[in-house]
């Protein structure tokens, strides 16, 4: 089981579940971070975080901390 | 899982459906943001990109803006001078240091306002902004504030009337709450005046440093203060960073035109009123009572003066006696006016000044007043906008009463420090 | 277009480090480079940018991007001398142009080819 924050730039993925806390679950859902969506990893800021991924086609900045609460299953490097 | 998640994998998945009938989806080429954003996230020069940026909006917000500031405040001068030609004293008085006096000052915050929003519009339509929170970001988080925090905390360098204005590009409130109460530390450049003449009187060669440190107890006292403010008032949770990146765009000058002048406008129906009232007070307040100060000369006899007076036994154990006292509360209305008052009182004019201090400062007691003037209260405008921006009184007393004891103990832990080591 | 960075590179060094060493020693040391410690760095973050494209794989972006924030600087400069100018006139003071003419006014037309191919990206590339 991976979490969304080790993941390294580059890497696709599959979103299997968000755990944590609800207010932030809820954000991360509302963002389309739902179970089974694609996602890819493009990059981590200067400063290792925040990261950037893309998801169902736009790009997303959010913090290590918060991506911690991603499980995801990766498909590809 | 909940409803609410429930609902949101619901629209998804009907989102997903749509888009799966209408767009075909091909390998995703390169793009235009693809380019921009490969030199300003760079990890070697992203930051420094960032920090030139932000010079540049800090030079256009203040050096580009000055002569239209310079221009109002010239007209409402040249206003003045021809009212208080009148007859009678009183009205004279009151129509050209009150009246247009006050109108004056409340707007010549009008064009590093609408600066400030030009330069923000046009990062914002680009799309730079959310990528210069996302770069900076976790410097900011390690003191308390947020990527976006850094804009507004770096303008208040120049006026802290604009910075807190520009906090509007935060929508997190918590975060953005908390920006605009540590904005106050970051010393303003009418503050500077003041650290000029006493760190030159006291402090010769080592001067520049004493200035420079002025500066930097502002960031740092800011930096704590907002670790603080998160973890007692706010529940010590940081809010989340979720945010698109969103395609660069070409912004249109018609659209930056409209929103700059959109703030500005917010500006003037909403602070401007609090400010021109709080301008006539501290006419009333320097004038008063009219005989004792012989028409609005004598400031030593006037009521500002006795509210100094007051101050002295506060100030006392840091070497100030109530010159000080009187020039801090001159110094309410606008920080720079302290140095003007300071010479007001001992009757040298402004350029005396330096020469009579020394007779009523030590180098410690000069370096407690230098931090009080950094601290103490936000000047007038600032509590104005404080009122706009937080949206209640209560939360705008709480920064000038943090600020006050923050200023005493701070002043007192320096000038403890400085006699100490024998400074003084 | 290595060859435009690294010209870049050493212009935007060289004015960086005179001004910067002017601002650190409190005065100008070449008229045109006006004694500013940011402003200098602002010239050296320029020309780290050139310098990072000329390693990178995608360089261009560099050379664009870096020519991007030179013909801001240029045009932020020469708003603030326009500013000064009509300041000087609404104070009434005395001010000559000679005092806010900048180096990097006068290196405006090498950031030309590099902000419009990248204008010219922004027109041909998906956004």
């Known amino acids: ?49 925040p990261m950037e991924i893309e998801v169902r086609g736009y790009s997303l900045s959010l913090r290590k901390a918060e991506a911690e609460n991603v499980i995801v299953e990766v498909r590809e490097k | ?42 990890k070697y020069v992203g930051i420094p990109i960032f920090l030139a940026l932000m010079w540049a909006v800090f030079q256009f917000a203040y050096s580009v803006s000055a002569p239209f500031s310079d221009a109002i405040d010239v007209f409402f001068s040249w206003c003045g001078d021809i009212a208080s030609g009148i ?95 540590v904005n106050p530390l970051m010393s303003c450049s009418a503050r500077l005046p003041v650290y000029v003449l006493f760190a030159g009187v ?93 028409g609005g000369e004598l400031i030593e006899n006037s009521y500002a003066s006795m509210i100094g007076h007051a101050v002295e036994p506060i100030v006392k154990p840091f070497g100030l006696d109530w010159t000080a006292g009187v020039a801090l509360v001159g110094g309410f209305m606008a920080k720079e006016i302290v140095v003007g008052t300071l010479g007001m009182i001992y009757g040298v004019g402004e350029e005396g000044v330096a020469d009579v201090i020394p007779q009523h400062f030590t180098p410690a007691s000069a370096l407690a007043l230098m931090a009080i003037t950094l601290i103490y209260v936000p000047c007038l405008a600032t509590i104005g906008i404080l009122r706009q921006e937080l949206g209640s009184w209560k939360w705008t007393a709480f920064v000038v009463a943090y600020e006050l004891v923050l200023a005493y103990v701070v002043a ?13 | 277009m290595r060859w435009n960075s690294a010209i870049l590179f050493i212009v935007t060094l060289a004015a960086g480090l005179i001004e910067l060493a002017g601002g650190l020693k409190g005065e100008a040391v070449f008229q045109l480079f006006p004694s500013d410690v940011f402003g200098g760095l602002v010239m050296l973050t320029i020309s780290a940018v050139f310098l990072r494209g000329l390693t990178h794989r995608e360089h261009y972006a560099f050379y664009e991007f870096g020519s991007l924030i030179l013909l801001t600087f240029s045009i932020l400069y020469i708003l603030v001398m326009l500013a000064n100018g009509l300041d000087a006139v609404i104070v009434g003071e005395e001010w000559s ?3 806010d003419l900048r180096i990097e006014m006068i290196l405006l037309p090498l950031a030309i080819p590099g902000t419009s191919r990248l204008i010219k990206e922004r027109r041909e590339l998906p956004p």
């Open chain 1, 1 to 49: 089981m991976r979490r969304l924050h080790n993941l390294k730039p580059g890497t696709k993925a599959i979103v299997l579940d968000i755990v944590g806390n609800s207010t932030l679950a809820k954000k991360l859902l509302g963002m389309g971070l739902t179970k089974g969506v694609e996602l890819k990893v493009v990059r981590n800021a200067p400063l290792k975080d």
């Open chain 2, 1 to 42: 899982m909940d409803f609410v998640s429930e609902l949101a994998v619901a629209r998804y998945e009907k989102i997903g459906e749509i888009v799966g009938k209408c767009v075909e989806r091909v390998e995703k080429p390169k793009t235009f943001s693809d380019i921009i954003d490969t030199v300003v996230t760079d």
């Open chain 2, 87 to 181: 007859e009678n004293s009183y009205v004279a008085s009151f129509l050209s240091d009150g009246f247009f006096g006050g109108w004056g000052f409340v707007l010549v915050f009008l064009p590093p306002i609408a600066f400030v929003f030009i330069a923000l519009t046009i990062l914002e339509q680009t799309g730079y902004l959310p990528r210069a929170a996302f770069v900076v970001d976790r410097a900011m988080t390690k003191v308390g504030l947020q990527g976006k925090s850094f804009i507004p905390m770096l303008l208040g360098f120049g006026c802290n009337i604009p910075a807190i204005m520009a906090t509007r590009t935060m929508e997190d409130d918590v975060d953005r709450k908390i920006t605009i109460m």
């Open chain 2, 202 to 294: 006291f402090f010769k060669e080592v001067a520049g440093a004493v200035v420079t440190s002025m500066y930097l107890l502002g960031i740092l006292l800011a930096a704590i203060m907002a670790t603080l403010f998160r973890k007692f008032i706010f529940g010590g949770k940081p809010s989340p960073l979720l945010m698109e990146l969103p395609p660069y765009e070409t912004p249109t000058l018609r659209s930056v035109l409209m929103n700059a002048w959109g703030k500005t406008l917010i500006f003037l129906k909403k602070a401007a009123t609090i400010l021109f009232i709080g301008a006539i007070i501290m006419w009333f307040l320097t004038t008063h009572p009219w005989d004792a100060t012989n």
């Open chain 2, 412 to 424: 007192g832990i320096i000038y403890g420090i400085a006699v100490g080591l024998g400074v003084a």
């Open chain 3, 97 to 99: 142009i000679v005092d």
